[in-house]
T-cell receptor
């Protein structure tokens, strides 16, 4: 079975500071990994994804994530937080055991202080 | 494409009433998912379909919940009878599996309030 653990239900940063949202996964086969963002009263939208190839992937709004197989991690980073980044962020894994069904983490709420 | 379309966006109903949530997936997608989001439990997968066939409904909480997909462009999630604990945001998502772009695309959700 596949699973995702997001460390920290809330992360608080100052505007301009580094954003780091942590995600660890469990998968018996090479995974597909995703980060989604959810703004208030909206659905989830894809930020970035890793399928194969380059382990550092870049997404929208300046976010990036690095797939580290040895650490089973896929942490999300952004060098400088903006007020508009305040949202809920979800890490997801799929493709474990041939299943393409995404399993989501509990989410991390990013709070950005002026 | 307009994306995944869900209706209604908001639904308020009285306990005991039947509620039907609707979803139109992205054209050409072969998987459709129904998720429920609550503060307590996060994002839960209720059921998913592949080519209109229900594959796994183990996430459906009770027999009061049922889902159908009569054709490739329409799905419904029905709760009968509804209870206050069913209050949540329900999301429909679709994907095209088997290619590199396997991410799920989500609708805007239906916020259900059962009073």
């Amino acid at each position: 079975a596949q699973s995702v653990t997001q460390l920290g239900s809330h992360v608080s940063v100052s505007e301009g500071a580094l954003v780091l949202l942590r995600c660890n996964y469990s998968s018996s086969v090479p995974p597909y990994l995703f980060w989604y963002v959810q703004y208030p009263n909206q659905g989830l939208q894809l930020l970035l994804k890793y399928t194969t190839g380059a382990t550092l992937v870049k997404g929208i709004n300046g976010f990036e994530a690095e797939f580290k197989k040895s650490e089973t991690s896929f942490h999300l980073t952004k060098p400088s937080a903006h007020m508009s980044d305040a949202a809920e962020y979800f890490c997801a894994v799929s493709k474990s055991g041939g299943s393409y069904i995404p399993t989501f983490g509990r989410g991390t709420s990013l709070i950005v202080h002026p | 494409d307009a994306g995944v379309i869900q209706s209604p966006r908001h639904e308020v109903t009285e306990m005991g009433q039947e509620v039907t949530l609707r979803c139109k997936p992205i054209s050409g997608h072969d998987y459709l998912f129904w998720y429920r989001q609550t503060m307590m439990r996060g994002l839960e997968l209720l059921i998913y379909f592949n080519n209109n066939v229900p594959i796994d409904d183990s996430g459906m909480p009770e027999d009061r919940f049922s889902a159908k997909m009569p054709n490739a462009s329409f799905s419904t999630l029905k709760i009968q009878p509804s209870e206050p604990r069913d209050s949540a945001v329900y999301f429909c998502a679709s994907s095209l599996v088997g290619q590199r772009n396997t991410e799920a695309f989500f609708g805007q959700g239906t916020r259900l309030t059962v009073v």
